[in-house]
């Protein structure tokens, strides 16, 4: 075998049961993917770059290196709710890298074209690493067995089967994420600029808790179908654990809201567990029943 020979990995069956090979795998699709792009929906204040700028942008593509934003490369595309103000709804587009098996941090951006304004970060940990959490910081961690199970959350641009694996690895997860700029709230003037405070972002938990039409307008403009995710994703509801989080902006959204099977909350599911042992123990031995 010569270097060359030496320095090319040959696939095998081996090799495709590698922990890390579903990883490696999505990687290379997402970065392959060409998904229809959204251009942002504000343009920030200030004047046309000069010829200066743009000559030395050329140079620093060219001499510079972009090493902390290449491996960030598996697209997401999900929405939020501000925390403290639910009625501001915006679409979020993610370019993540997954730095371990159970880590991942993500870049958040209000479209997918070179234009696309950065809004804000996200960190993803797993069940695992949240339950370490101290119980002062879980209230910043927003759960995401909805996003996934209701077909919300996309990969755009890969393969139904290996969307399905992504999201299959994220199920009882959670999220960190901070919005810097309100640039485009659904059906709302976005700011032209990053002002005010930063806002935590939090996940829809129900159906019905999402503005009408903040799906439909995304489904149609790539070309994916919510309900046709949902329907793919069913199998993946017995994986859900009850998650912390998911009724703390329960009532919140002014209108009806349904829960879906695989969303519940840590509180509710403890407090039924606990009903239920408290009614077992009231329950007349066959010794005391007359």
Not at 220 to 232: C, F, H, P, V, Y
Request: hydrophobic share 35%; charged share 25%; glycine share 8%.
């Amino acid at each position: 075998m010569n270097k060359l020979d030496r320095t090319i990995p040959v696939f095998s069956p081996r090799i495709a049961r590698h922990p890390a090979w579903p990883t490696a795998m999505l990687a290379i699709l997402a970065a392959c993917a060409a998904p229809s792009g959204k251009p942002p929906p504000v343009q920030p204040l200030g004047t046309e770059k000069t010829g200066k700028t743009q000559a030395l942008e050329t140079g620093a593509a060219l001499l510079q290196t972009q090493a902390p934003l290449r491996p960030m490369d598996v697209y997401l595309v999900g929405f939020h709710a501000a925390k403290e103000n639910p009625s501001l709804q915006m679409e979020a587009h993610h370019y993540c890298r997954q730095v371990n098996e159970e880590f991942a941090q993500c870049a958040l951006f209000d479209g997918n074209t070179e234009t696309a304004n950065l809004i804000g970060i996200e960190y993803i940990i797993s069940e695992r690493l949240f339950d370490a959490l101290p119980q002062s910081e879980r209230k910043y961690w927003h759960p995401h067995n909805y996003e996934i199970l209701s077909g919300e959350l996309a990969a755009p641009g890969i393969p139904a089967a290996a969307e399905k694996e992504l999201m299959r690895s994220k199920m009882n997860s959670y999220g960190k994420t901070w919005h810097v700029w309100n640039s485009a709230p659904f059906k709302r003037t976005g700011d032209r600029m990053p002002v005010g405070d930063a806002m935590l972002e939090w996940s829809f938990n129900r159906d019905g808790e999402a503005l009408p039409g903040l799906f439909e307008e995304r489904d149609q403009r790539l070309g994916i179908s919510t309900d046709e995710k949902r329907r793919m994703r069913a199998d993946l509801v017995p994986l859900a654990k009850p998650q912390a989080g998911v009724d703390a902006l329960k009532g919140k959204f002014g209108r009806p809201t349904t829960s879906i099977p695989g969303v519940m909350d840590q509180r509710k599911a403890g407090s039924a567990e606990a009903q239920g042992r408290g009614l077992h123990q009231k329950s007349p031995s066959s010794e005391e029943q007359p």
